[in-house]
């Protein structure tokens, strides 16, 4: 079983920057990824930004160059700046122990970028 738990979510002026962590527990021998989805009420869940074992990462266009995700070991952050409005959203951690399989959710945290 993994267990994961996210924080560093908030409310946000424009413009500005929050830091999300998550780290993972429990039985884990291998990450094959992790990484961050975001999800508005009425609309699927999305990739805001993943990291693949070797180090590769993938953004969504909508946060290149303004976010930033980094991994060490079973934790991951998503360094978020330049926040807009349209960032506003609940934001899951996953993690994916192989390409094949199921991966875990976190609960979520909730960021909401307004003046």
């Known amino acids: 079983q993994v267990q994961l738990v996210e924080s560093g979510g908030g409310l946000v002026q424009p413009g500005g920057s929050l830091r999300l962590s998550c780290a993972a527990s429990g039985t884990i021998f291998s990450i094959y990824a992790m990484g961050w989805y975001r999800q508005v009420p009425g609309k699927q869940r999305e990739l805001v930004a993943r990291?693949?074992?070797?180090?590769t990462t993938n953004y969504a266009d909508s946060v290149k160059g303004r976010f930033t995700i980094s991994r060490d070991n079973a934790k991951v952050d998503l360094q978020m700046n330049s926040l807009k409005p349209e960032d506003t959203a609940v934001y899951y951690c996953r993690l994916d122990l192989s390409s094949w399989s199921t991966g875990y959710w976190g609960q979520g945290t909730q960021v909401t970028v307004s003046s």
């Open positions: 990291i693949i074992r070797a180090g």
